[in-house]
């Protein structure tokens, strides 16, 4: 049963296609429970308040707008690393860093989940869509030759400050943009 669900079924292109839909239904599964679960939980909360989000306005929308910043760039990446695959034979760097990224958020969510021992926003996606998603997509990508450990330590060596970098913008865009809550919201 495993050897079918670890065969060549999926192309390897539409692993790279993958990238953004496992984003975004990860993300939207934070976007639907962030606001909530922050006003809930007041040291989150605080800790977030002024250096990412703006409590006087919508939540849910400068989180929207980080998501939206982020999943373009993903998909500009699935983009170009499709005709890179398709060019080259090869997965390039920043694509194979991408699906370590994910892999290691999934993680990182189940741990903290874990530690908290309470749902926390994305733990449910991170454990049935990011970790078995980048681990089989990496796996099938090494088994076919198409990444090495050592272009996967320099792809996660681009993508994670990328990443983090991309986040951080998307805050602050997304605190900038939405607008305040109107007195009667």
């Not at 998501?67 to 695959?85: E, Q």
């Not at 990328?162 to 305040?180: A, E, M, Q, R």
Request: glycine letters at 8%.
């Amino acid at each position: 049963m495993l050897n079918f669900l670890i065969s060549d079924q999926i192309h390897l292109q539409a692993l790279i296609w993958l990238i953004p839909a496992a984003f975004f239904i990860h993300d939207g599964e934070e976007i639907l429970m962030m606001e909530r679960w922050l006003r809930n939980h007041q040291d989150y909360f605080r800790r977030m308040e002024n250096r990412f989000i703006d409590p006087g306005k919508s939540i849910t929308l400068q989180f929207t707008v980080a998501v939206l910043l982020l999943g373009t760039v993903l998909s500009l990446i699935a983009f170009g690393s499709v005709r890179w695959f398709e060019n080259n034979g090869n997965l390039n760097l920043l694509c194979a860093g991408v699906l370590a990224v994910i892999g290691l958020d999934g993680i990182k969510h189940a741990f903290i989940s874990l530690q908290q021992r309470a749902y926390t926003p994305g733990v449910i996606t991170a454990i049935l869509v990011e970790i078995p998603f980048a681990f089989y997509a990496l796996y099938r990508f090494y088994d076919a030759g198409k990444i090495s450990a050592s272009s996967l330590a320099g792809g996660l060596a681009i993508a994670l400050p990328l990443t983090l970098l991309l986040v951080f913008c998307g805050y602050k865009l997304g605190k900038w943009v939405v607008p305040y809550r109107s007195h009667g919201a």
